[in-house]
């Protein structure tokens, strides 16, 4: 797998998680951004190195650290997309400098890096975003949404989605799978129909159970993102489905139930009769 981060940035010393964050700043990073991270991800992609070394950061913590998480630095790596200056959490407005795909895959490579250098193992608990923190580690912070959104993937929304996203794409690369593409084109109108006798309805790919679709459900696809597909129910509550279980239906369904042809009847009830006389035969 290719390096992304220079060595002579991984110093050998123990460390325990990965943070995710964004800068809340422009797509370069400048002078404050690079005191408070160790790696950054510009927005073209471009790997800068922090002002801290990591090693400052490693066991009891030094002189010049990186203070990225509160109270939660010791044993802990920053790494930081630079973006999102001017964003507001609600309503959502990405600000004048959203994140891009480009830095989320450059920023996906860099920490799957740091994962293999420190022997970091991928759970919610090691590898998280900042907003994933307070809940994960039972830390407190102070209202941090840093990574809640991301413009190019509009599907995947809250702290756990896009943190269980991110741990998916480390661990896909650490298996020394190529990078899924983040979707799949879905054709305007796309359909799908539920196969299983009951389909569990998540709020992530694989993710928590939130309710169930019933066998022979018409729904709308938003997003295919390999095994997993964002779907809307009729009653338009979206969710994630495995794609295992539902088939893609071509155009638009009928508007309303369509009712039996009668004929159709007619045909079954001859059928019956013609397989009576064959029988007695
Ligand atoms: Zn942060």
């Known amino acids: 797998m290719m390096n992304v981060i220079p060595d002579a940035w991984l110093p050998a010393v123990p460390m325990k998680r990965v943070h995710g964050h964004w800068t809340a700043g422009g797509h370069d990073a400048n002078e404050t951004d690079r005191k408070a991270y160790h790696v950054l991800v510009e927005g073209d992609a471009k790997i800068v190195r922090g002002i801290p070394s990591i090693a400052a950061n490693s066991g009891s913590i030094k002189d010049g650290y990186a203070a990225h998480t509160l109270n939660a630095n010791t044993g802990a790596i920053g790494i930081s997309m630079c973006g999102m200056a001017g964003a507001a959490e609600s309503p959502f407005d990405p600000g004048r400098a959203p994140l891009t795909l480009p830095q989320w895959t450059a920023f996906i490579a860099a920490v799957t890096q740091l994962c293999r250098v420190y022997d970091i193992p991928v759970t919610p608990k090691t590898v998280l975003f900042h907003a994933e923190v307070q809940a994960n580690l039972g830390i407190k912070q102070r209202n941090k949404w840093d990574v809640t959104r991301l413009v190019f993937d509009p599907a995947t ?14 661990s896909a ?8 593409e983040p979707f799949e084109p879905v054709p305007e109108g ?30 709308e696809v938003i997003v295919i993102d390999g095994d997993w597909i964002n779907v809307e129910t009729p009653a338009g509550y979206r969710g994630w489905v495995s794609r295992a279980h539902v088939v893609m239906v071509d155009g638009p369904p009928a508007a309303e139930p369509t009712k039996p042809d009668p004929r159709r009847k007619m045909i079954d009830d001859i059928r019956a009769m013609l397989d009576g006389l064959e029988a007695a035969l």
Do not use: H, Q, Y
Request: zero cysteines; charged letters at 25%; proline letters at 6%.
């Open 190 to 219: 796309a359909r799908a129909r539920v196969t299983a006798a009951s389909l569990n309805f998540r709020s992530a790919p694989d993710g928590e159970i939130t309710g169930s679709l019933p066998e022979g459900l018409i729904v």
């Open 173 to 180: 690369l650490l298996a020394g799978k190529a990078p899924a």
């Open 157 to 170: 929304v809250g702290a756990k989605a896009i943190g269980d996203k991110m741990r998916r794409e480390v």
